[in-house]
C-alpha cells in the first residue's frame, strides 16, 4: 500500500511539474516567428499590439518620473485623456518593466504574451484538479481553456488584456475556497480578503473582463437561487462574513483607479467596454474553422465579411469537440459541475452572439445581447468577448469526459490520443507558425538622427502616416524612442465631441486630412488657413513623413504647408518649424 501511494504521489509531482512546462513549450511554438528573427518582430498584427506596448512604456516613464500614470496627452495632444478608461495595463507594466530593461521592451512585451499564454493554461488546470481523479484530464482542461481559437484570436490581434484568461480559473479557485470558509465558518477574513484583491487585480488588468465575468455570475446563479428562493437567507447568511470583508477590501485598492474613471470620463454607459465596434459570432462560426486554423477556409471565410477582422470574432470549437462536450453532458448530467458548465456554456454563447443570432450572417432572431446596451456600464461591451466562457464551460466538460474515460481504463496514453483527436483542427494556420502575423517593429532611423535628437525633449512632431485601427507605428515608434516628443495623432480611446467613445483623433482640419490619407479615402476641401492654425495652436516642431514614396500625397500636403520642401533624413521626409 505504501509503495502504491509513494508511485501516485510520485506520478501526481511529475504532472505538475509537467502541466505548465508543456504548456510553455506548446506557448513557445505558437509564438515561435518572434524569437527566430534576428532584429525584434511584435506579436500581433494589429494596431492594437503597438498600443499595449505604447500602454506598457507610458506607464513606466511616467512611474519612473515620479508623474501619476493614468493620464497622458502624449498621443493626443493638447487634449489630456486617461488611460484608466483604456484598460491601460498597470499591473502587466509591473511585471514587464524589469524584464524590459535587460531585454527591450519588444522583446519583453512578447515574452510577457508567452507566459500569459502558458499561465492561463496553469490556472485552468490548477483549478480543475480538485474535481477530477486524473491529472492527465486536469491537463486537457487547462490546454483546452488556454489555447483555445478565440485565445489563439487575441494573440494575433495583439489584444494583451485578453490574454490575460488565467484570472478567470483563478477567480472560480477563490471563490470555492471563499464558499468553503463561509460554509464551515473558518478563515472567512482570509478568504474574504483574498475575495476582494481578486477583484482589484481583475480590475486593473481588465475592468471589461470583470464586468463581464460579474454579469455572467448573476445569470448563471439567477435561476438556482431562485428555485431556491424560500432558503435563500440561509444560504447567503454565511457569506455575510466573507462579502464584509471582500468590499472594502476592493474599495480600499480600487479607490484612485475608480475616482480617476469617474473624474474625465464621458458617462457611465460605457465604463465597461469602451470601444465604438460590435463584433459578434456567428452560430456556423463555432463549427466552422476560423481563418487563422490550419485546416480551415483561408482569409475568405465567409462569415468574415462582415466583420472587420477576422480574430475578433473567432468563437471555433469544432464538430469533435461539440460532440464530446455533449457526450459528457448526457453521461455526467447528474454531476453539479457538469450543470454549472453547460450553463456556463450556453450564457456565454448567447452573449458572444451579440443582439441577434446570426446564420451565415443572416439575423434570425432576438436575443438577450439586446439588453446590455440600456445597461448602465455595459452599453459598449464588445459581444464575441464573451466566448471566453464558452471556453471556459467547454474546458470543464472536457477535462469531465476525458477524467471519466481514463478512470476507467487506466491507460497512460488514453489522454494524449482523444487529445489530438479533439484539438488537432485547432492547430494554428501557418501564416501564425510562419510570422505572417507580425510586424518589423524597430525604431525609425530618423528618429535617431541628430536633427530630430537636437529638438527638445517634450516638442510636438505630427508623424505621418498618422496611427489609426490599421496602423499603430507611430504609437509604436514614440514608445521605442523613450516619448521625447508628443503628438496630437494617436490611436487611442478617448471621448468624442457627443460624450460616446472613439479611437480617432481629436476633430481638426489637418486631423481629417491626414486620417483620409491614412483611409487611403478622398481628402476633404482643404483649408489651408486651419491647417496652418493647428500647427501654431499645438506649437509644432517638426512634421516627419517616415515613407515618403508611400505617402506622396502627405508629402505634398507638408510641402504646401510650410511652403518649402523637406530634407531626406534616413529615408524621411523632414520639414522643422519655428518654435
Not at 470601444?275 to 482569409?299: A, E, F
Not at 450572417?361 to 471566453?388: C, E, K, Q, S, W
Amino acid at each position: 500500500m505504501a509503495t502504491r501511494l509513494g508511485q501516485l504521489t510520485h506520478s501526481h509531482a511529475v504532472w505538475r511539474w509537467a502541466t505548465p512546462l508543456s504548456y510553455l513549450g506548446i506557448a513557445l511554438a505558437i509564438t515561435a516567428p518572434v524569437w527566430l528573427t534576428q532584429s525584434p518582430r511584435l506579436l500581433g498584427a494589429s494596431a492594437d499590439s503597438a498600443l499595449h506596448l505604447w500602454f506598457l512604456v507610458f506607464m513606466a516613464h511616467a512611474l519612473a518620473r515620479g508623474r501619476t500614470p493614468f493620464f497622458s496627452a502624449a498621443a493626443t495632444y493638447p487634449h489630456t485623456i486617461s488611460l484608466v478608461w483604456n484598460n491601460a495595463d498597470i499591473l502587466l507594466t509591473l511585471v514587464t518593466w524589469p524584464l524590459a530593461l535587460a531585454i527591450g521592451w519588444v522583446r519583453a512585451t512578447n515574452l510577457l504574451h508567452l507566459l500569459l499564454l502558458a499561465s492561463g493554461a496553469t490556472m485552468m488546470a490548477v483549478a480543475l484538479r480538485p474535481h477530477l481523479r486524473s491529472e492527465a484530464a486536469a491537463w486537457v482542461g487547462g490546454l483546452t481553456f488556454g489555447f483555445a481559437p478565440f485565445v489563439q484570436g487575441q494573440l494575433v490581434d495583439g489584444q494583451l488584456t485578453w490574454l490575460t484568461t488565467g484570472t478567470l480559473p483563478l477567480g472560480w479557485w477563490v471563490a470555492e475556497r471563499a464558499a468553503l470558509a463561509a460554509r464551515r465558518g473558518r478563515y472567512r477574513v482570509r478568504w474574504g480578503l483574498a475575495a476582494g484583491g481578486w477583484v482589484a487585480v481583475q480590475y486593473l488588468v481588465n475592468k471589461e473582463f470583470l464586468a463581464t465575468i460579474l454579469l455572467m455570475v448573476v445569470c448563471v446563479g439567477a435561476w438556482p437561487l431562485w428555485r431556491r428562493r424560500r432558503g435563500l437567507w440561509g444560504i447567503l447568511r454565511p457569506w455575510a462574513a466573507v462579502v464584509a470583508v471582500a468590499v472594502p477590501t476592493a474599495g480600499a485598492l480600487l479607490a484612485y483607479p475608480l475616482v480617476l474613471l469617474i473624474q474625465l470620463h464621458p458617462s457611465l454607459r460605457h465604463a465597461a467596454g469602451l470601444t465604438p465596434v460590435k463584433t459578434y459570432i456567428d452560430l456556423l462560426s463555432w463549427v466552422l474553422p476560423s481563418p487563422g486554423q490550419l485546416v480551415g477556409l483561408g482569409t475568405h471565410h465567409a462569415l468574415v465579411a462582415y466583420s472587420m477582422w477576422w480574430p475578433e470574432v473567432v468563437g471555433y470549437l469544432g464538430a469533435p469537440v461539440i460532440a464530446f462536450a455533449l457526450w459528457t453532458m448526457v453521461r455526467s448530467r447528474q454531476r453539479q459541475l457538469v450543470r454549472l458548465a453547460a450553463a456556463i456554456v450556453v450564457v456565454g454563447g448567447c452573449f458572444a452572439s451579440g443582439e441577434w443570432l446570426h446564420v451565415a450572417g443572416i439575423a434570425i432572431m432576438p436575443l438577450p445581447g439586446l439588453l446590455l446596451r440600456h445597461l448602465p456600464i455595459y452599453a459598449d461591451t464588445v459581444p464575441n468577448r464573451f466566448a471566453i466562457f464558452v471556453d471556459l464551460g467547454v474546458a470543464v466538460l472536457l477535462a469531465i469526459g476525458v477524467d471519466r474515460i481514463v478512470s476507467r481504463h487506466h491507460s497512460k496514453l488514453l489522454p494524449l490520443g482523444l487529445a489530438a483527436i479533439l484539438f488537432l483542427p485547432w492547430l494554428p494556420a501557418p501564416m501564425l507558425l510562419s510570422g505572417g502575423e507580425t510586424a518589423p517593429s524597430l525604431l525609425p532611423p530618423v528618429f535617431l538622427s541628430p536633427m530630430m535628437r537636437s529638438l527638445p525633449a517634450g516638442s510636438v512632431v505630427v508623424v505621418a502616416p498618422i496611427a489609426i485601427y490599421g496602423d499603430g507605428g507611430p504609437m509604436l515608434w514614440q514608445a521605442l524612442d523613450g516619448f521625447r516628443y508628443r503628438q496630437p495623432f494617436g490611436y487611442i480611446l478617448h471621448p468624442d465631441s457627443s460624450g460616446a467613445v472613439t479611437n480617432f483623433p481629436y476633430p481638426s482640419a489637418l486631423g481629417q486630412v491626414l486620417v483620409a490619407y491614412a483611409e487611403h479615402l478622398p481628402a476633404p476641401a482643404l483649408g489651408w488657413a486651419a491647417m496652418r492654425v493647428d500647427l501654431m495652436h499645438w506649437q509644432v516642431r517638426a512634421l516627419v513623413v517616415v515613407s515618403p514614396l508611400a505617402a506622396p500625397a502627405t508629402v505634398a500636403l507638408f510641402r504646401s504647408l510650410t511652403g518649402h520642401p523637406p530634407r531626406s533624413v534616413a529615408g524621411a521626409a523632414v520639414w522643422l518649424l519655428a518654435g
